[in-house]
């Protein structure tokens, strides 16, 4: 079993910047891509970026995040990032690390869930 610990979530005003965190307590083959959904209230989870641990480095982003958001690997330090700027009020949600075998933006595809942590954007 794999546990993906997140870090990083609070409050910042539209506009500002957030820093998300996630590393797996192991790195096996489930874990060779990296990603991350959100789910705000009364919304479906949906996909927001995702990353793979090797060297081509593959990273994909929704479209509502492409440009603002970005998501990195640090491999020294077993950890994954996401990198949030010029947040909106719509960006607000229940960020989740999900772990999996290739990069996909369907939640079904990941293996491994970490706990969730909350983004809230105030106007």
């Known amino acids: 079993q794999v546990q993906l610990v997140e870090s990083g979530g609070g409050l910042v005003q539209a506009g500002g910047s957030l820093r998300l965190s996630c590393a797996p307590s192991?790195?096996?083959?489930?874990?060779?891509?990296m990603g991350w959904f959100r789910q705000a209230p009364g919304k479906e989870r949906e996909f927001v970026a995702a990353?793979?641990?090797?060297?081509?480095?593959?990273?994909v982003y929704a479209d509502s995040v492409s440009g603002r958001f970005t998501i990195s690997t640090d491999n020294a330090k077993n950890t994954v990032y996401l990198q949030m700027n010029s947040l909106y009020t719509e960006d607000a949600a229940v960020y989740y690390c999900?772990?999996?075998?290739?990069?996909?933006?369907?939640?079904?595809?990941?293996?491994?869930w970490g706990q969730g942590t909350q983004v809230t954007v105030s106007s």
């Open positions: 990353i793979d641990w090797s060297g081509g480095r593959t990273a």
């Open positions: 192991r790195r096996t083959a489930s874990t060779n891509v």
């Open positions: 999900a772990a999996g075998f290739f990069v996909s933006s369907r939640d079904k595809e990941y293996t491994y």
